[in-house]
Structures are given as structure tokens and as C-alpha cells.
């Protein structure tokens, strides 16, 4: 029985340089089977060209707090959050909110859920500093996630921090940020190695990627098409220091 493999990338936001450079790394590892953990578009400047790409790749997109937020924002947000908004097609704003909370996998006898924030809601975020409490509430089933087996493997995103850690059973995983970790200022996305759809137990791994990518790019095209906030977007890309810490 051969080894299956999926990446699971998460928090484009809008940045087409890291978004490319990651599914080339992807490509070239011969990983053929992607899915996305939300917050597409927004804070960068190609929110558009991320979600044609993303539509063309990822096999599943669960929503994020900002594909939730940031199609039906009403004008009397900042102009930042309007010029990001109106960056998308209609038809891209309707794909986004329209897509599901939440997904789940078979492999290697486990089941593993992935979704965007936490398992109440794509707004209810859990830090890498969590509780117990925050930690159980990962793994139960909600009015989001549905019913089904609880999950003993749940893989999220939203905090653009990426991390892996295990207790009592259970594997609690942060994919970070394609477009704008703030661990570090590089890229990353989540590997799964496992038997695909199977529930007999058998080998199986995760591990996170780091991919290089053009910074100095990526900030240059924000800046030529005249994004509001560029220069904060420039600062986070460099220095991987969150907007609200500068």
C-alpha cells in the first residue's frame, strides 16, 4: 500500500509571489493534492490572482475569518479594507463566503479535521499559548463541524504561526502563513503522510515546510498599484512583526 501525501497550505492573503513560490515547492516535491485553510485575500495586494489560483489548485478552500468579512464589508469600513474588497470580481466574493467551515480526512486510521480558527467559528481564534480548555475544544464536534467521528489529528491556520503539538492521543497543528507568517518571515505550509481513506492504522507523519520566496518583490507590486497600508504590509513581510506590535 503506497504513501499518500497532502499539503495543506493556509493565509495567502493576497500575496501571489509566496503563493506561487509554495506551490512550486509543492509541485516539485510531487505533492498533488492541496488544501486550503482560509483567508485567501486581504492585507496584500492580488487578493484576485489568489483566488483564481487557489480555485485552479486546492482541491478544498475552508473559509476564513477574512473570506467571511471581507466580501460584504460596507463602505463605512476603512479604506484599506474597501480597496481589498472591491480588488475582487463578484463572482470571487460569492466563492468565498459560500465556502464550508470545515473538512474532514481519513489516514492511517485517524481523523483529522481541518478549519480555519477554531471549531466554534472562523472568528474564535487559539493561540499557540493555549489553554486545556482551548486545547479539548479543538477536537470536539460543534454546530460548525458537524457530527461525525471526533477527530484525533485537527489542523487550523488564522494565526499565521506554525507549530505541532501532541497530548493524551491527540495532535493539535498550525499550517503559518503563505502570505504573512509572523513566526518568522518565511513561508509555510503543512505536509500529511499517510494512507489515504483508510481506517486500519499505518505510518503516518506531518511536518512543516519552509519556502523562500522574492520579499522585495512582493512589496514593490503593493506599492505600484498603490495599496493602502503598503507600507505597514512591507514592515510585517520583512520583519514578520505583527501591524499591531510596529
Not at 27 to 43: C, F, H, Q, S, Y
Not at 77 to 102: G, K, M, V
Not at 114 to 140: C, I, K, N, W, Y
Request: negative net charge; glycine residues 8%; contains cysteine.
Amino acid at each position: 500500500m503506497g504513501t499518500d501525501r497532502i499539503a495543506l497550505i493556509s493565509d495567502v492573503h493576497g500575496n501571489l509571489t509566496a503563493l506561487e513560490a509554495v506551490l512550486a515547492d509543492i509541485a516539485e516535491r510531487g505533492i498533488e493534492r492541496v488544501l486550503n485553510l482560509g483567508d485567501v485575500a486581504g492585507k496584500g495586494p492580488r487578493g484576485s490572482a489568489c483566488v483564481d489560483l487557489t480555485q485552479q489548485v486546492c482541491e478544498v478552500t475552508v473559509r476564513g475569518n477574512w473570506d467571511d468579512n471581507l466580501p460584504v464589508c460596507g463602505d463605512t469600513e476603512p479604506a484599506e479594507f474597501l480597496w481589498w474588497r472591491d480588488e475582487l470580481r463578484q463572482d470571487q466574493r460569492d466563492w468565498l463566503t459560500s465556502l464550508p467551515l470545515s473538512d474532514d480526512l481519513l489516514m492511517s486510521g485517524r481523523h483529522i479535521r481541518l478549519f480555519h480558527a477554531s471549531a466554534t467559528s472562523p472568528h474564535v481564534r487559539v493561540h499557540v499559548h493555549h489553554t486545556d480548555e482551548q486545547f479539548d475544544g479543538m477536537f470536539v464536534n460543534t454546530e460548525m463541524t458537524g457530527d461525525g467521528p471526533e477527530p484525533s489529528v485537527v489542523v487550523y491556520g488564522d494565526i499565521h504561526d506554525a507549530y505541532v503539538t501532541s497530548r493524551e492521543g491527540r495532535t493539535l497543528a498550525n499550517a503559518g502563513s503563505v502570505g504573512n507568517p509572523l513566526d518568522e518571515p518565511t513561508p509555510s505550509y503543512l505536509v500529511l503522510e499517510g494512507v489515504l481513506d483508510s481506517p486500519d492504522p499505518a505510518p503516518f507523519g506531518m511536518h512543516l515546510q519552509r519556502v523562500p520566496y522574492d520579499v522585495e518583490a512582493e512589496i514593490a507590486v503593493a506599492h505600484a498599484l498603490g495599496m493602502p497600508t503598503a507600507d505597514v504590509w512591507e514592515v510585517e513581510l520583512r520583519t514578520a512583526r505583527y501591524r499591531g506590535l510596529q
